[in-house]
């Protein structure tokens, strides 16, 4: 479950609005109290979601003096890579920090 909550994050590659944030949130709900291991990464990937939403949302406006546009284009592929790695350190078990991410949601130290 740890992993599913850090690979539904690609589902905004899909087209699907919003799937960054909606695709972990609905696993972590549904799983929070029966595994605190979902419960961290749940937590940790939905932190790290909304923060690129919100790096993004600046990024789009920067568009207007041409910066934006490399600096979405770097936060995209930092999105995919490191939504990646933190789905296999979650399949081998390992608690994984994405870095750059704003704690909106904070983790219990457990």
Known sequence: MGMLCHLLALTLLLGIPFGNILGPLTVWLLKRHDDPFADFCGKESLNFQISMTIYMLISAMLVFILIGIITMLGLMLANIV????????????????????IRFIKISAT
């Open 82 to 101: 490191l939504t990646i790695i933190a789905a296999i350190k979650a399949s081998e078990g390992t608690h994984y920090k994405y870095p750059i991410t």
